[in-house]
């Protein structure tokens, strides 16, 4: 078995991912379903695509409802789980602070939205006002997808994914290795991965842009980085955000209950501390 290596843009940043197949024929044909497929994803869930289900929930007036397709109903479920998980410090619904907070749109008073769905037939209500923005747990559920995709259909389960290096999946390790091997932020902390995920969050790129859905705010304090480790991409990336808000007592609480890692790093010149 050979490991092949493929690339393509996605999500505005790249998407890279490293398939063990025996051919590079097979490896290759999978590789090019998943780039079809991460594509579909994000004109699914997607909030800066006019024709996406997310803009569809995000154009309606309060009261109006709308049916959605099972892949951005469990996108939004993952993302009630995440929030709930974080005690509210990350909220999806909280798109026009976001929007404000990176300078995106002149939002004077933003809304934190609220929406009602149904499980059973997938209808999304409008309660509030405000928008949607899956941009917490995005690639982190993409990533879910397209593992799921690549183990299922086919048969694949040798495979890394990085999107951006700010959300790694990785699969089973090469024939005669015991892991994947990940340096985080390129320092001399490693952390070996197998069967599972990190998420990486920071201000090291866009600066001060971090909600606390909470208060609405950026919080005047963070620290310059974070990471979440656990066995749901989805989940690391979205707890890789909510760590940069959380106390290191709140942290250690979630990682007990998800079985999870954590990892902060206070200043750009400090070491990295693992918490759990």
Known sequence: MEIYKYQTNAMNTSLDISIGAKTEVYARSAAYD?????????????????YSEISAINALKVGEA???????????AG???????????????????????????????????QFKMNPENFMVQKVSDGKIDLGAIGKGFALDLLADRLVNMWGIKTAHFSFGASSILALNPPEGKDSWDVTFAGSKVDIKLKNCAIGGSGT??????????????VPEKMPYRAWAVCDNALIADAMSTAFMLLSDDEIKEICEKENMRAAIQRTESSPIEFLA
């Open 34 to 50: 998943l780039f079809d497929r991460v594509k579909q994803i994000e004109d699914m869930i997607s909030m800066f695509l006019d």
């Open 79 to 113: 993302a009630m789980y995440a929030s709930s998980l974080s005690k509210g410090a990350i909220d999806v619904c909280m798109g026009e602070f976001f929007l404000k907070a990176k300078g995106k749109a002149a939002i004077e008073n933003p809304r934190r939205a």
């Open 66 to 76: 709308t049916q959605i397709l099972d892949i951005t109903a469990e996108a939004l």
């Open 204 to 217: 090291a790129v866009q600066g001060s842009h971090i909600i606390d859905c909470r208060t609405g705010k």
